[in-house]
């Protein structure tokens, strides 16, 4: 990653493990020696409750102040509002008053680039951001759209789940037409699959026919685990949390095949110019 990649994790259904995702991916990056900052852009402030921030609402500055001073052309102080945090990441965190600010999006010009433009202006501090999108295809997702380069699309082994993949990919295509021509899918990611049931097997098998043959879909599969449900509520990654454990092992395999990615698509960047 000599450049910065800004990935979004995106899937309009909730409980797909988006949250525990970019944390994960995110930590297993910084593991690797890069740099990598969390932007946490949904109003119920997962990803920051997840990385051990849980009052929300005593946060100084959030996401929502940064983007508020992009809309209003306020000068922002360099590295405003990021938490350096202890497994060594930074994280912009997220509360509720999110809400309230993608509701005035609407009469804002330019406002699908909004978080771009903020972004464009800290990135050059990282080698990847990863950003947690709200389980919801509005502003605030199209924002994140507009300013990624790749998406990671975590898709729960259930057949609604997938079933809600199509919708997601019309909105994707539509932001890459309209605003952002760059956008690519890193890959589908399958989450908590259940190994020991047929049904799991089925569905991973049904998104791997159905899109395989024009999406990257991730060799390595998220297992289900009841250790990797309680780290929202610990406050700590599966790294802290369960180092040893099958999910552990699972995301440390998935972020070398994110930088192996990042690697192919720099090398074909060199080989355009």
């Known amino acids: 990653m000599s450049r910065t990649t800004v990935y979004a994790l995106v899937n309009q259904k909730g409980g797909t493990g988006k949250t525990q995702s970019t944390e994960n991916i995110g930590i297993g990056l910084a593991q ?31 996401v929502t102040d940064i983007l508020s001073n992009m809309i209003q052309e306020i000068p922002l102080e360099h590295g405003d509002g990021i938490i350096h945090h202890r497994e060594g990441v930074d994280l912009l965190p997220a509360n509720i008053s999110l809400a309230g600010l993608e509701v005035s999006l609407v009469n804002v010009m330019g406002r699908e680039r909004i978080l771009k433009e903020y972004l464009d202006s800290v990135k050059k501090d990282y080698d990847a951001v990863l950003i947690d999108c709200m389980p919801s295809l509005g502003m605030l997702t199209v924002n994140a759209l507009t300013a990624a380069d790749k998406l990671i699309i975590p898709v729960q082994s259930q057949y609604l789940s997938a079933k809600g993949l199509e919708q997601l990919l019309q909105t994707v295509s539509r932001v890459k037409r309209q605003m952002n021509p760059g956008l690519k899918i890193d890959g589908i990611l399958l989450t908590m699959v259940d190994s020991r049931t047929n049904y799991a097997r089925e569905i991973s098998d049904l998104v791997r026919n159905v899109y395989g043959k024009k999406i990257n879909i991730y060799d390595t599969e998220i297992p289900h685990s009841v250790r990797a449900a309680e780290i929202s509520a610990a406050g700590k990654s599966i790294y802290e949390h369960d180092p040893k454990g099958k999910v552990a092992e699972a995301y440390k395999k998935l972020t070398k095949e994110v930088l192996k990615n990042a690697e192919i698509s720099r090398k074909h960047t060199a080989f355009e110019l």
């Open 32 to 62: 690797e020696g890069k740099k990598v900052l969390l932007v946490d852009l949904d109003p119920q402030g997962s990803l920051t409750i997840s990385m051990g921030f849980p009052k929300t609402d005593d946060i100084p500055i959030t």
